[in-house]
């Protein structure tokens, strides 16, 4: 596609329930990164794929994220027994390899009531 | 761990007035990058800079990457409504070639 697409662009859960988190790169960009923004703060780093295997997993705050992509191009965050600490704004950037720049999509904003 | 900070963490200015952001890392940097995010929106890319003491501009924006290579900084002459939001500036886990460190970002108001 032309750009970055995050599904869905809002999503309010119950603290506890189980949330999947859906992005879909730019058609041919290898690198995928999940990253997650709280209110005044710089994104942060949870996770990064090079094509379908997770390169770098160390900012998943602990073993209740979880994130896939089978085949190289969409990619699944999944947070389960979600906490309201989870709270925050998710965003899924991709880029060519070897080119300048994240391109960001527009995010999930995430609520856990 | 490898830290990128930002001053100020908020700028307010009067339209027609200079900005400038300022990005220090605790690490040297093989690049810098800049992203620009709206109130409500998502970063988006402005530039990167790679060399020692480059200097690059887009229209009224003018970036700079330091000499050691471990400091950055955003002046914008001018300031518009347009320039409104946060500026965030970006480097290399300790130059790996994949995730990005971000800074905390500098939120520019500017009043007409």
């Known amino acids: 596609g032309a750009g970055v697409s995050q599904t869905p662009s809002n999503k309010v859960t119950e603290k506890g329930k189980y949330v999947e988190l859906r992005c879909d790169p730019i058609?041919?960009?290898?690198?995928l990164y999940w990253y997650r923004q709280s209110l005044g703060q710089g994104p942060e780093f949870l996770i990064y794929?090079?094509?379908?295997?997770?390169?770098?997993d160390s900012g998943l705050p602990n073993d209740r994220f979880f994130a896939v992509r089978p085949e190289g191009s969409v990619s699944t965050l999944k947070i389960q027994r979600t906490e309201r600490g989870d709270s925050a704004v998710y965003l899924c950037?991709?880029?060519?390899?070897?080119?300048?720049?994240?391109?960001f999509g527009s995010g999930t904003r995430l609520t856990v009531v | 761990g490898q830290q990128v900070m930002q001053i100020p963490q908020y700028q307010h200015v009067q339209e027609g007035e200079d900005f400038t952001t300022y990005c220090n890392s605790s690490?040297?940097?093989?690049?810098i990058q800049w992203y620009k995010q709206r109130p409500g929106g998502h970063p988006v890319f402005l530039i990167q800079?790679?060399?020692?003491?480059e200097v690059k501009k887009q229209k009224r924006l003018t970036f700079q990457f330091g000499e050691a290579k471990k400091n950055s900084s955003l002046h914008i002459t001018a300031t518009q409504t347009t320039d409104v939001g946060t500026y965030f500036c970006?480097?290399?886990?300790?130059?790996?070639?994949?995730?990005?460190?971000f800074g905390q970002g500098t939120e520019l108001s500017v009043k007409p």
């Open positions: 800079l790679v060399k020692s003491g």
């Open positions: 794929f090079q094509g379908t295997g997770a390169a770098d």
């Open positions: 950037a991709s880029r060519q390899t070897g080119g300048e720049g994240y391109t």
């Open positions: 690490t040297t940097l093989s690049n």
């Open positions: 970006a480097g290399p886990y300790y130059n790996q070639g994949g995730k990005l460190i």
């Open positions: 058609s041919g960009h290898t690198a």
